[in-house]
């Protein structure tokens, strides 16, 4: 039903940025909640960043918080992920998800999310 795809990975140096960006397609709402995962290798997937549907309502897992902000773009069906500070334990892959939720609140575990993206790889270099 809607299919995410993430993009804006690569290599970057330590205290470097990223944006990264995840376009959804097929049936899109303005009501979908909206997440950035990572996973890195050997590692569990783990919660990043989440914003709920009208994006005035955003969460952070304490590793990024203050470094990373994730926002939207309704009209493009967009979800962006900006990743300042870059350190080398933020190397992994990173997945979009969404899931459908009207409500102000967002979600930040796996099991909320209904849809996922194919992931985009970000490396840090020390």
């Known amino acids: 039903q809607v299919q995410l795809v993430e993009s804006g990975g690569g290599l970057v140096q330590a205290g470097g940025s990223l944006r990264l960006s995840c376009a959804a397609s097929?049936?899109?709402?303005?009501?979908?909640?909206m997440g950035w995962f990572r996973q890195a290798p050997g590692k569990e997937r783990e919660f990043v960043a989440a914003?709920?549907?009208?994006?005035?309502?955003?969460h952070y897992a304490d590793s990024v918080n203050g470094r990373f902000t994730i926002s939207r773009d309704n009209a493009k069906n967009t979800v962006y992920l900006r990743m300042n500070s870059l350190k080398p334990e933020d190397t992994a892959v990173y997945y979009c998800a969404a899931v459908w939720r009207i409500a102000t609140t967002v979600p930040i575990t796996r099991a909320e999310y209904d849809y996922w993206g194919q992931g985009t790889q970000v490396t840090v270099s020390s």
């Open positions: 097929g049936r899109t709402y303005s009501t979908y909640a």
């Open positions: 914003i709920n549907w009208s994006g005035d309502n955003s």
